[in-house]
């Protein structure tokens, strides 16, 4: 029986969405704030409008939990799909339409998750409650993350990281 290959450091982590302004941008400050050194996140979309930038109260709700949103920007998952892209090791889609959609091949054939959030972009609400969507959302991704930086080192071996990534899509 042959060993699985072991991840190197950092693990790198592709977070996706449909327009790379909310979920997909949280999830992505996330894990570089709390996976320093041992992990690297980006975030894209598979369709974000020319010139948008991240969703203002999801930045809003970064800052307020201390997480830096310097260089967060949004970009379209070509940057990551090409022959010159970096290899990821563990792809996360973090919205269903994105989930749906027909994905570029991604160099190094990474491991694949899905893990389901609402866009707290959408709906009515007076201003506090527009952020309080996005404050849940927060923590909710939060959540999922700070369970995947404690996943003991055998379970971020080739297929147990998507192993472990689509059991946390179940907690």
């Not at 996330?30 to 598979?46: D, E, V, Y």
């Not at 991240?54 to 070509?78: F, V, Y």
């Not at 609400?125 to 927060?138: I, N, W």
Request: hydrophobic share 40%.
């Amino acid at each position: 029986m042959t060993k699985p290959n072991p991840i190197l450091l950092p693990v790198r982590v592709l977070f996706l969405c449909t327009h790379n302004s909310a979920r997909s941008i949280l999830a992505e400050a996330c894990l570089n704030h709390w996976g320093r050194g041992r992990w690297q996140a980006f975030s894209a979309g598979s369709s974000p409008r020319p010139g948008q930038q991240p969703h203002a109260l999801a930045l809003a709700a970064l800052q307020e939990a201390g997480i830096d949103t310097a260089g967060l920007r949004s970009k379209n998952w070509d940057e990551f799909a090409g022959p010159k892209a970096q290899p990821m090791d563990l792809i996360i889609t973090v919205c269903d339409n994105a989930a749906g959609e027909v994905c570029p091949i991604w160099p190094g054939h990474p491991a694949t998750a899905h893990w389901a959030y609402a866009d707290p972009s959408e709906g009515e609400g007076s201003p506090e409650q527009r952020l309080q969507r996005f404050r849940s959302t927060l923590q909710a991704i939060s959540g999922r993350i700070q369970a995947l930086l404690a996943a003991p080192p055998a379970d971020l071996e080739g297929e147990r990281l998507a192993q472990t990534a689509r059991r946390l899509a179940q907690a």
